[in-house]
């Protein structure tokens, strides 16, 4: 249960955020609700996440396991049930992104996958457990700018899904409307 309601008070930015939330994901985002007890905090966001939006060096399917593995180390439902509808919706592999909670015992990922998701879990760990030869590995197959899109977008994970869990923020049903519906672990 939210542990902050998610009925901020109604000024215009707040109706005009919920408007556009329910016409492109179907629903207003709680992670949004909650936030738009504080204007600053919610406009913040919002610009964020529309430049976050724009980042396109990095290859989708590497940015939305690297996401989901790092929702998945810290336990973020939320972060799990939007992160698969909406990589679902670019075309992800569902397969792939249904295994991530487990991916060490799937075949469903290639070497440089395996290699990311590794990297996610090591960065979103306190302490960080990323080493030198972890990010030499992932050199093999990202230039510069890959590298640092995928390491800036584990970190923005991370404070996605500490946000929403420190506030109690759990699953929307997102991932209820993929033809491949998630399966709790």
């Not at 408007?19 to 738009?36: E, I």
């Amino acid at each position: 249960m939210a542990r902050i309601p998610l009925d901020p008070p109604r000024s215009t930015f707040v109706r005009l955020t919920e408007w556009y939330s329910r016409r492109r994901f179907g629903a207003v985002l709680d992670p949004g609700a909650a936030m738009a007890h504080n204007g600053r905090v919610l406009r913040s966001h919002v610009r964020h996440e529309t430049s976050l939006a724009r980042w396109n060096r990095l290859d989708p399917t590497l940015k939305s396991l690297a996401v989901m593995a790092s929702a998945a180390t810290i336990g973020c439902s939320w972060c799990l049930d939007f992160g698969y509808w909406e990589s679902t919706e670019r075309g992800i592999d569902p397969r792939k992104l249904r295994e991530v909670p487990r991916w060490r015992d799937s075949d469903a990922y290639s070497s440089l996958e395996r290699q990311v998701m590794a990297y996610a879990e090591a960065m979103t760990t306190t302490p960080l457990q990323v080493t030198d030869e972890m990010v030499a590995g992932l050199r093999d197959h990202l230039d510069d700018a890959e590298l640092v899109e995928l390491t800036m977008m584990i970190s923005v994970e991370n404070s996605r899904s500490r946000f929403n869990s420190a506030l109690g923020l759990t699953s929307q049903g997102f991932s209820d409307r993929c033809a491949a519906p998630v399966r709790a672990s």
